[in-house]
């Protein structure tokens, strides 16, 4: 068990998430705000504590994000990653629970690109046979 900062990297979307673990009462800071100022969305708060909860963690351990790019969805999915790539660091017992929750798999879901003669990605234009 490491009692030093533990940094780690989340990605979802377009979204990249810096988190930096260390010893305290819980408090968790996104980009130099509370949480609760961050994100408005309790659904968002939900995701990005649910590695805490499974392992109880949430009042032993002061979190510090640097979060850019993407929405407020992908960037509280990063987060999640990022977290649970940190607590694995911080300590390696909890890897295994983290891996059956499926918190540290990278979501390689992304909007697919827009393809020319096409309003949208798939989305095509309505058809006249006359």
Not at 16 to 35: D, E, H, K, M
Not at 69 to 75: A, D, I, V, Y
């Amino acid at each position: 068990m490491a009692t030093a900062a533990q940094n780690a990297t989340g990605r979802r979307k377009e979204a990249v998430a810096r988190v930096r673990l260390s010893p305290g009462a819980g408090n968790i800071t996104v980009n130099g705000r509370p949480i609760d100022e961050y994100f408005g969305r309790e659904t968002s708060k939900m995701i990005l504590t649910e590695p805490l909860k499974i392992l109880e963690q949430t009042d032993k351990l002061d979190i510090d994000v640097s979060v850019r790019g993407g929405g407020l969805s992908g960037q509280a999915g990063a987060i999640r990653h990022g977290l649970s790539r940190a607590l694995c660091e911080y300590n390696p017992d909890f890897r295994p629970v983290l891996k059956k929750a499926g918190f540290l798999t990278r979501d390689a879901r992304v909007v697919e690109r827009k393809k020319y003669g096409r309003p949208g990605a798939r989305k095509r234009f309505q058809f006249s046979k006359r």
